[in-house]
């Protein structure tokens, strides 16, 4: 019913920027809140960022917050993460995931539904 595929990532140095996009088959006219998460090697999955159905609210894990922008373009049926100032402890294996007919900005990873394969950020210091 719902497919995720991530793509963007890629090897950028500290301070250089990066946008991800996810493309969600099956969350056609906002059917799904998105959001953004990392995993990095031998780290538990961890929340970055999620927006509403419509786009119109956002929230940012901490350590993102100010640097990282999350989007979503409804008509395409795409959203995206706009990774700003990299830092090297950025650099995971970032998913994007779909809260399938649920209103509320999950931050947890068991509250998702569906997930992407992942696209790998490294960030060179």
């Known amino acids: 019913q719902v497919q995720l595929v991530e793509s963007g990532g890629g090897l950028v140095q500290a301070g250089d920027s990066l946008r991800l996009s996810c493309a969600a088959s099956?969350?056609?006219?906002?059917?799904?809140?998105m959001g953004w998460f990392r995993q990095a090697p031998g780290k538990e999955r961890e929340f970055v960022a999620v927006i509403s159905r419509s786009g119109g609210n956002s929230y940012y894990a901490d350590s993102v917050k100010g640097r990282f922008t999350i989007s979503r373009d409804n008509a395409k049926n795409t959203v995206y993460l706009q990774m700003n100032s990299l830092k090297p402890e950025d650099a995971a294996l970032y998913y994007c995931?779909?809260?399938?007919?649920?209103?509320?900005?999950?931050?947890?990873?068991?509250?998702?539904?569906?997930w992407g394969q992942g696209t790998q950020v490294t960030v060179s210091s």
């Open positions: 995931a779909a809260r399938a007919n649920r209103i509320t900005l999950a931050t947890n990873y068991y509250e998702y539904d569906y």
């Open positions: 099956g969350c056609t006219f906002g059917s799904c809140v």
